[in-house]
């Protein structure tokens, strides 16, 4: 069993900076895959980034060169810092871990970024 615990979110101006982390709980390697996705209201969940050892991390087109996907095994936990956001940026984000084939999800944090 793996449970997910987000904080980090908040309301911030355009071209602001937010970090979001992630504590994990429970039997995680750190080639399991982690990492952040998000849902803007009326839209569809979609990842923002994800990072396993022994992988290059992967960053959603939008946010590439803007976020950075980071991971402390010895904590469990993995950081999404988020720098120039954008209003667009503004979404329910959640943190998500595929551990021996199953995919667990955190309760989600709220970012807003105001124009």
């Known amino acids: 069993q793996v449970q997910l615990v987000e904080s980090g979110g908040g309301l911030v101006q355009a071209g602001g900076s937010l970090r979001l982390s992630c504590a994990a709980s429970?039997?995680?390697?750190?080639?399991?895959?982690m990492g952040w996705y998000r849902q803007a209201p009326g839209k569809q969940r979609a990842v923002v980034a994800t990072?396993?050892?022994?992988?290059?991390?992967y960053y959603a087109d939008s946010v590439k060169g803007r976020f950075t996907v980071s991971r402390d095994n010895a904590k469990n936990t993995v950081y999404l810092q988020m720098n120039s956001l954008k209003p667009e940026d503004t979404a329910v984000y959640y943190c998500?871990?595929?551990?021996?084939?199953?995919?667990?999800w955190g309760q989600g944090t709220q970012v807003t970024v105001s124009s």
């Open positions: 990072i396993a050892s022994g992988r290059n991390p």
């Open positions: 429970g039997i995680i390697f750190s080639s399991d895959v």
């Open positions: 998500a871990a595929l551990v021996r084939g199953i995919n667990y």
